[in-house]
């Protein structure tokens, strides 16, 4: 079965632009997390969204929002970009009922550099 | 924060040694799960360890649980140069088993 897919794969944008990065899970998972990872901070929570509804949100300005389609494909925004939003954003699907049984799934990840 | 920290921060080791990580977390968790990460891609699932269980296996991974001192252990034995990447341990809340967090990780070089 197709894995999680992220697009694009690598992003160079400007400071003050806003971006939107995509996550498609693997089919039948509702639940999508999305994380971002630094070399200073390493990875970091920034919400979940399971059946269209964001059901856990991290510790991160208004400038980073998301949304979850009824095919459970995400979408994460970033408005007004700073430098420091430079970094790898990966996405990770799992069924999301209940207890995770068998972790994660992540996809590749999108590389944003902000300029 | 409930954020494990992994130790050491780096390890470099010959092929066919073994390989041993530690993870340290904060507050009850409902499991832990390891990841490994290669070069800026994706992380894998490797193992995951509820917190009833003191030890699990898969292949040559070997992960223990201690509760009562709040912290992981990850042995990767006989490791193969294909090993070289960063492992990263990942707990649940008992109160939040749907939002993960991630430890600093530790980067395992592994030489031919």
């Excluded at chain 1, 971002?36 to 399971?50: A, I, R």
């Excluded at chain 2, 894998?44 to 360890?49: C, D, F, G």
């Excluded at chain 2, 296996?57 to 223990?64: A, Y």
Aim: hydrophobic content about 30%; some cysteine; proline content about 3%.
């Amino acid at each position: 079965k197709a894995g999680v897919t992220q697009t694009p794969r690598y992003l160079i944008k400007t400071r003050g632009q806003q971006v939107t990065l995509s996550c498609s899970p693997i089919s039948g998972h509702r639940s999508v997390s999305w994380y971002q990872q630094t070399p200073g901070q390493g990875l970091q929570f920034l919400f979940e969204y399971f059946s269209e509804t964001q059901r856990n949100k991290g510790n991160f300005p208004g400038r980073f929002s998301g949304r979850q389609f009824s095919n459970s494909r995400s979408e994460m925004n970033v408005s007004t970009l700073e430098l420091g939003d430079s970094a790898l954003y990966l996405c990770a699907s799992s069924l999301g009922a209940g207890e995770i049984k068998g972790g994660y799934t992540f996809g590749s990840g999108t590389r944003l550099t902000v300029v | 924060s409930q954020q494990g920290e992994e130790d050491p921060q780096a390890l470099s080791i010959q092929e066919g040694e073994n390989a041993t990580m530690n993870c340290s977390y904060k507050t009850s968790i409902n499991n832990l799960q390891w990841y490994r990460q290669n070069s800026g891609r994706g992380l894998v699932h490797l193992i995951l360890i509820r917190s009833n269980e003191r030890e699990k296996h898969s292949g040559r991974l070997r992960v223990t649980l201690d509760t009562s001192k709040k912290s992981s252990s990850l042995l990767i034995t006989a490791s193969r140069a294909a090993d070289t990447a960063s492992y990263f341990c990942a707990t649940a809340s008992i109160y939040n088993f749907n939002k993960f967090y991630f430890g600093s990780g530790t980067k395992l070089n592994v030489k031919p």
